[in-house]
């Protein structure tokens, strides 16, 4: 395998709440009030839809695609959500310190560090909204592809809260049965104070529509031993996944970065990162060869 290669699931499109648009010049991100199911491909107009979002969107009631029936790819709920503290080149969109609130690992002028990590509050060096959490969730949606999924990226809060904390639930009554549970991605609003009292939209994760908790679970036990008599090792898929997550310094892909910088650091951002831009050039000159090293 090859070093300094994050070996991530294949990636069929995106799911996102509202699209990138193009205003005076300038693409910035627009929120909505539902999910948008995308390929791969982009083109002048924005993201192409995928098909699977005019089929759910069909079954809506009212057209606007709130939910989206899916199931995990694996049992180990942080395999399918990895979050983390990030802070990011805001120019080439690659992550320069990931952190955990304990530990990190950051690119300095004398190459890759293992240091404290207090946070972004705390943190002088990702002070000024340069660092943030920054969560990306694989799923899979539909039947076309056994190993193929969707993925969500977000740096909110709520989201990531509420995301890591039902799968760990769901984990833990399945009996370490997640990737077989029947749910359903759902976008809920809540206002607050730094809202102004405007709806935010952020994900959560249910019980699929019409199934209790333990119907589902007893759904996962019965589909776990399906596959099991059908010869599928779903423990090794959790390991395999582990260690190609495992085979590098940060999990990014270059495809993505300019989505990065485009979805959550658009032009219209104060960039304070300008403050320390000689760094920084010194520190993304580092990147390419201290991705290459192994962990």
Not at 211 to 217: D, F, M, N, P
């Amino acid at each position: 395998m090859i070093k300094g290669l994050a070996i991530t699931p294949p990636v069929l499109g995106r799911i996102s709440i509202g699209r990138v648009a193009e205003k005076n010049g300038i693409r910035l991100p627009q929120k909505d009030d539902q999910f948008t199911i995308t390929s791969q491909i982009q083109e002048k107009d924005g993201w192409v839809l995928h098909p699977m979002d005019q089929k759910l969107r069909k079954e809506a009631s009212n057209g606007k695609l709130r939910t989206i029936p899916v199931r995990m790819l694996f049992n180990d709920a942080d395999l399918n959500l990895r979050a983390e503290y990030t802070m990011f080149d805001r120019k080439s969109g690659r992550p320069m310190c990931v952190g955990n609130g304990d530990t990190c690992k950051r690119l300095t002028q004398s190459g890759v560090q293992s240091l404290p990590c207090p946070g972004p509050t705390l943190c002088e060096f990702g002070k000024g909204g340069l660092c943030k959490p920054y969560g990306r969730l694989n799923v899979k949606v539909g039947d076309d592809d056994d190993l193929g999924t969707f993925i969500f990226r977000t740096t909110g809060y709520n989201s990531i809260r509420t995301l890591a904390a039902r799968l760990s639930y769901y984990q833990a009554v399945s009996g370490g049965l997640l990737a077989y549970m029947p749910l359903e991605l759902k976008l809920r609003g809540k206002s607050t104070m730094q809202s102004h009292r405007t709806p935010i939209y952020y994900v959560d994760l249910v019980v699929k529509e019409g199934l209790s908790l333990q119907e589902a679970v007893v759904e996962a036990r019965e589909k776990d031993k399906q596959v099991r008599d059908e010869g599928v090792d779903q423990a090794a898929l959790d390991a395999a996944a582990a260690k190609g997550f495992s085979n590098a310094l940060f999990e990014y892909d270059e495809d993505e970065m300019e989505q990065v910088v485009e979805e959550f650091f658009p032009a219209t951002n104060p960039e304070p990162s300008q403050l320390r831009s000689s760094s920084v050039s010194k520190l993304r000159e580092n990147l390419d060869s201290a991705s290459q090293a192994s962990i």
